[in-house]
């Protein structure tokens, strides 16, 4: 099980029941911790629903009382190809 | 030969420091997530020696050094100056030290430069590789650049900047940073870089000497390579870079060098800000891509926790803000006796000392301050006489308070440029660096008659004879009281 964080500034950018995109930090232990990846997943504000856990902060850094649960499908690179 | 011995590396003012017992040596373990941060924060709150945290947990061979100008002390020891100079002392020196000829740096070779001692390229370039830390709980990522120089050069001008813009880890390769649009940089990337879709290099230079850092987030408008040399008394060293032609602090401890992609944004924030707060929007701000990184061996990272009074970001942003406005508004002639802002004002309130010698004089120095490049950085001015001590706040608050007319001394300035900072600002005017600024005026109109119009100030200096002073004065032990110092 992976562990994932997010921002975000309104609860409704965590849309359930269909395919979505966030930018989302590793909460695994090591030296990679709180490094992003944007990627396509599905969310769920049930627990158990999908395998890694993602914990919630709002805009400001406030810790979420929310736990979700996330699938990540695929990684996006947003970045232009000239830059990679 | 320069009269100046001040600290030509961090590692120099680290030593310096830790002899005067403004520093202190951490032997035991330290972790990144958080708790260096919580060391350096408190140490900030308490006006405690800086921390030099020499084990960190994973990442064997590296210390952190923090808060490392929090106090007036630590910023007299980065002059070269008797630690307990006192705050008009430090200003006075930084003035001469300013006003003097410039000293260019010079280029040594990069095998005289410590920075070069480890040099990652290509696939072996990962941020994580330095001991990035956590600096707050809830920070939107780990702060590459906190204590820093973020150097460029001016496509056309060829202008060098070297500039304090927080720098945060986006991933491995990436870095994510607030740089506003009224900086220097902010202005050669909207001005040149982003309608001609180049990128700017860039190299971020981490673990300078104090006089370097300062000179990095003074709003001077020296080049600050000269700065440093001016500030030093001797030509600051730097060593070309691997990967572009930028030049950089030979002595630096950690050199990241890059690209800044002017059309592509990644998200940064939110972090503790140097107001006390987390403020500024999380938001797509400048991203910077990561192509080499080299370190001396055993580097220090440098670590400045913004949060309420007092780190660096109020004490030494106030001091040379300050500093700056009192030159400027020396140069354009103006008979100010000095500027000083309090550190606890988050460097919000300038406060301006002057011969009221003609009408209009506190709107003049007002649309100067606010008009200025050091204008979005503070909204409130006030002015006062050259009689009321501006270093000392008890006269300058019963001066606001008793002579600032409530209709006639308070001016206040609409849709002036601000940034995202400021706690009081609407989300909108943060969103787009939307300012407002307000005069307090404490002066006595200077068309009132001096003897029937103007208050007589009732002070013992004020209203008693001299002779009567002296008299008290000299008897005050005798009177049966303590000595005053
Ligand atoms: C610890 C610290 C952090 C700072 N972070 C930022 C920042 O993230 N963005 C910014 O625009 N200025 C920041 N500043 C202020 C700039 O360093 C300062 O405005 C400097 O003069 C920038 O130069 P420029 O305006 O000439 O470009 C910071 C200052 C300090 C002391």
Redesign the interface.
Known sequence: MNKWEV?V?DMSELAEGKDIEL?I?TLNAG???????RVKCQVSAKQDKFPDSLQV?M?????SASKYSIKVLEEVQ???EK?L | MSKISAPKSNREFIEACVKAGDAVRIKQEVDWENEAGAIVRRACELGAAAPFMEKIKDYPGFSYFGAPLSTYRRMAISLGMDPASSLPEIGKEYLKRTNSEPIAPVLVDRKDAPCKENILMGKDVDLCKLPVPLVHDGDGGRYVGTWHAVVTKHPVRGDVNWGMYRQMMFDSRTMSGAVFPFSDLGKALNEYYLPRGETCPFATAIGLSPLAAMAACAPSPIPEPELVGMLSGEPARLVKCETNDLEVPADAEIIIEGEICPDYKVEEGPFGEYTGYRTSPRDFRVTFRVNCITYRNNATMTISNMGVPQDEGQLLRSFSLGLELEKLLKSQGIPVTGVYMHPRSTHHMMIVGVKPTYSGIAQQIAQLAFGSKLGPWFHMVMVVDDQTDIFNWDEVYHAFCTRCHPVNGIHVYKNTTGTPLYPYATPHERKYSIGSKVLFDCLWPVDWDKINDVPTLVSFKNVYPKDVQEKVMSNWTAYGYPEVK
């Not at chain 1, 805009?59 to 810790?63: A, I, Y």
């Open positions: 921002f500034m930018s930090r030296l990679h911790k709180y490094t992003y990846k902060r805009g400001r850094g406030q810790l947003r970045m232009p830059y």
